[in-house]
């Protein structure tokens, strides 16, 4: 029975180009999971979108001279140029700045209103005088009053992880022009997350057993330390949603509170542009669908703490504000595989010092399937990991080429050769054929276990490690001299190596697509395995906004054994990978910094 598999990504913020940090932290596993879930015909709907509002935006449209809307509308002209070239395939990438996420952003912030999570309160915050306007949190740096760790963001602490009440910093600076700024009164709603408290620990109890040991300790973990208190969840901003309540011109809605909502507003958007509005029920009103949230360790609070903490408090009064629907809830977060950070030559990641790999910068020079491998083999599930060049030349040439890749390089061409392009016909097949065919076989079983549990490089691993033994039986069997003696024989190795690649391909499929879908062509398939992206725009009272979407193929479980046929007809084959020179490394790096 196929299930509602919703794949929710960090939204990026606009105000920055996308480096191989955030694509394996979020981006890339959110993908290789959606396209697993696609092949086991479940109905999948992968959704994110550009975070375009707030200060970040605003002050890069001051320093650039241009508006935020520029601003925002050039950075998400790139997020979808590389996620469609990366084979990112989002169901629907939109944004913040639609008339829809405006409309479900206020009325998750009207049912909590009426719900009575909401409170307001004058409150002191950082003014800097140098500019003229107050400064959100993430814009004031101090030294962490919880741990002392001197570079503390206002809302955050990266020492300690804890989210930070940003008046009590110690040593406050303006992260835009250093000065030190003064505390002034304004008014602000606070979200109430004191009278939510007990609901998200059972929230989160309910999950102990497979949440992440990093997402509990900064969810769980902190509620049974410090407990929670409510958070300001509006801003003295013009760039962004306007707070809908009468006497509050000239306030926002705070972005860490709308951009979450997205996935909810990118759902209903994603419906609306299928043509069937209530679509998007089927993930949002169904308790038996499972949400996954793709995310950095450092928006865990985010996501395990105060989006639940939304959706609970919003209750029913969500769906009677927003159409009209009696008694049901949101659906709860299922799982946040929460990944950790990936450096970049033993190095911090940093876009400002150009310290960074840049998606499309690689992709002018290399093909996507190698950076899909090679963040999915280092990606940091449950610790920091490191882009290392010459790891990345090593993984390409010996696991990528020399193992899959080579596999398939001796096969296919010799059996479009010496058969006329077709697959052989095997006759009955020996024991030693019979046992590679079923440990590949077992693939299914074994990498789906892993896929399933969101553990991707274990999973990555399991089908290289099967490539591996289908290898060593093709060394064993040595089709290119049994061909001289015997090509009966010769045609039972041959048909037994296709089958085996036949499976493998679906194994590897999630993880590097294009030479999936290459080689599925290869062995003379006419239905591509996947759907295909494509760009749209779309119009509202805001105007117009480009969005990325996904057209998906044929919707049937397809995440099982190969049933290639003898006599099948095969297409002229190719090499699927490019052997990179050791000098790649060197030249790479002189790049960096
Ligand atoms: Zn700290």
Redesign the pocket.
Known sequence: MSEYILVCVAWPYANSQIHVGNLTGSTLPADIFARYHRLRGNHVAMVSGSDAHGTPVAVRADADGTTPLKVYESYHATFLELYQKLGLTFDLFSSTHTENHFKVSQDIFLALHANNYLYSERQKQWYAASQGRFLPDRYVEGT?Y??G?PN?RGDQ?D??G?LLDATQIIDPRSKIDGSTPELRETEHFYLDLGALEPAIAEFLRQREGYFRPNVLRQSLGQIQTEGLRGRAITRDLDWGIPVPVEGWQGKCLYVWFEAVIGYLSASIELAQLKGQPDDWHNWWYNPDARTYYFIGKDNIPFHAVIWPGQLIGAGEAFGRLFDGREGTCLTLPYDIPANEFMNLEGRKISGSRNWAVWGLDFLERYDPDPLRYYLTANMPESKDTDWDWEDFVRRNNDELVATWGNLANRVLPFAYKHWEGHVPEPGDLRPEDQEVIATVEAGFQSVGEHLEAVRLRAALNEALRLAGEVNKYQDKTAPWFEIKSDKAAAAKSIYTALRAIDSLKVLFAPFIPFSSERLHTYLGYDTPLFGSQYTGTAQDSLGEHSVLRYQPGKVEFQWRPSQLAAGQALNPPAPLFRKLEPSVAAEERARLG
């Open positions: 962490c919880i741990c760790y503390a602490c020492g300690c804890s």
